[in-house]
């Protein structure tokens, strides 16, 4: 006798007909509540491996889990960078943040994150970013913003055609600079001379790597 037969809801899936047995697990022609139809393991929704086609993580997704995982997301993101993680980064990254430090504990940057929750939810994929970049990770040089503007953000101020490498700190003339087209300027914060030795770094780690 069978445990589950067609009509049965599990999850958001509405079991419609046995199809086929795959590594010795029965599938199932199933219906999500939205209406699609998809062909699933019995194993997989009893398990909770498979509660929906896709569209309940999209639609379903609540303010309440949007900002948690901000909050978990970005805490990481902050000590990857420049806290207890940094050991875990690249080290052209550890140079970029060699002296930037986070002056806030995770209650602290956690209630920063509830106290700007109206922007979080307004913003597709919200982001952090230090509003001067020569400064520390501290709530009065920090925004919330769209992670496409962060990513676009000017990072190299350009004065009179001359602007600093990050890397290694000399000003330079506009044109020496590496071109990036997701930046709004279309210079990326790189002079061309440390972007090549930068590249240089990376082949003969790979090589030693082999």
Request: glycine share 0%; hydrophobic share 30%.
């Given at each position: 006798m069978y445990k589950y037969h067609s009509g049965n809801k599990i999850h958001n899936w509405t079991l419609i007909e046995r199809t086929k047995r795959v590594n010795g697990h029965q599938k199932w022609l199933c219906e999500c509540k939205c209406g699609t139809r998809k062909e699933i393991t019995l194993r997989s929704a009893t398990k909770g491996e498979s509660t929906s086609c896709g569209c309940s993580t999209i639609k379903g997704q609540n303010k309440r889990d949007k900002l948690s995982l901000f909050v978990k997301n970005k805490w990481t993101s902050l000590n990857t960078r420049c806290g207890k993680y940094k050991e875990n980064n690249t080290k052209e990254k550890c140079k970029t943040y060699e002296n930037i430090n986070i002056k806030f504990n995770r209650d602290e940057f956690k209630r920063w994150c509830?106290?700007?929750?109206?922007?979080?939810?307004?913003?597709?994929?919200?982001?952090?970013?230090?509003?001067?970049?020569?400064?520390?990770?501290?709530?009065?040089?920090m925004q919330i913003i769209e992670l496409s503007e962060n990513i676009r953000k000017e990072k190299t101020v350009f004065t009179n055609g001359h602007g600093v490498c990050y890397k290694c700190k000399n000003q330079k003339e506009e044109s020496q600079f590496c071109r990036d087209k997701r930046r709004l300027n279309g210079k990326a914060n790189i002079c061309l001379e440390c972007e090549r030795e930068r590249g240089r770094e990376k082949y003969l780690r790979k090589k030693l790597d082999q």
């Open positions: 509830i106290d700007n929750k109206d922007i979080i939810y307004k913003l597709k994929r919200p982001s952090i970013d230090r509003i001067n970049n020569n400064l520390d990770y501290f709530f009065e040089n």
